[in-house]
């Protein structure tokens, strides 16, 4: 791990560090093939190169898995994240309130493949996970982002901490 863990109580900060940290989470979209319920997927992502992260996941993801596929129909995503994969929860639980857990909610969008967001969120991706630049070209892996609406995170007792998707995106690191 590249930066020390912020204190619970920097709820923007807190959710910046699991963000910029983590390299997976779940993504979850809506079902087209079963009738509109969630779907959720493991999936890798990367939210900016190491240590310069920008807050927002991009995801390289194919229209041959139905988390693609689901997005392109119906945006409406979540994505969750838990502290617990950091190795910084030590032997508690990783439903134990004081190992953070977040859910970006918002939509999950294809982004156009020459558009210089594109090509900075594919270095980040392959950057960050170096096997991708191999996978099969036949599969059509394209670049996704997830526009964050709302945010939930848990990371001490007491409910979730009020974190506004400008206080996040702000957030000094």
């Not at 940290?21 to 079963?34: A, H, K, R």
């Not at 939210?47 to 898995?65: E, N, R, S, V």
């Not at 596929?69 to 929860?89: H, M, P, V, W």
Request: charged fraction near 20%; glycine fraction near 8%; include cysteine.
């Amino acid at each position: 791990m590249s930066q020390a863990r912020p204190r619970p109580d920097d709820a923007a900060a807190f959710a910046r560090w699991m963000v910029s940290q983590s390299s997976w989470g779940v993504l979850n979209t809506i079902s087209s093939d079963w009738g509109g319920a969630p779907f959720g997927n493991v999936v890798s992502f990367s939210d900016g190169l190491p240590d310069k992260g920008k807050g927002i996941p991009y995801f390289y993801l194919t229209a041959l898995d139905p988390t693609a596929s689901n997005a392109l129909k119906d945006q409406r995503s979540s994505f969750t994240i838990s502290e617990y994969n950091l190795g910084t929860c030590g032997k508690k639980d990783p439903e134990n309130p004081t190992c953070a857990k977040i859910t970006l909610v918002g939509k999950l969008k294809l982004l156009e493949g020459t558009s210089e967001e594109a090509e900075f969120a594919q270095t980040a991706l392959f950057t960050k996970h170096p096997e991708m630049k191999g996978w099969p070209k036949s599969h059509n892996f394209q670049v996704f982002k997830l526009d964050i609406e709302n945010i939930f995170m848990i990371n001490w007792f007491g409910g979730p901490k009020p974190l506004t998707v400008e206080q996040y995106l702000h957030a000094k690191m």
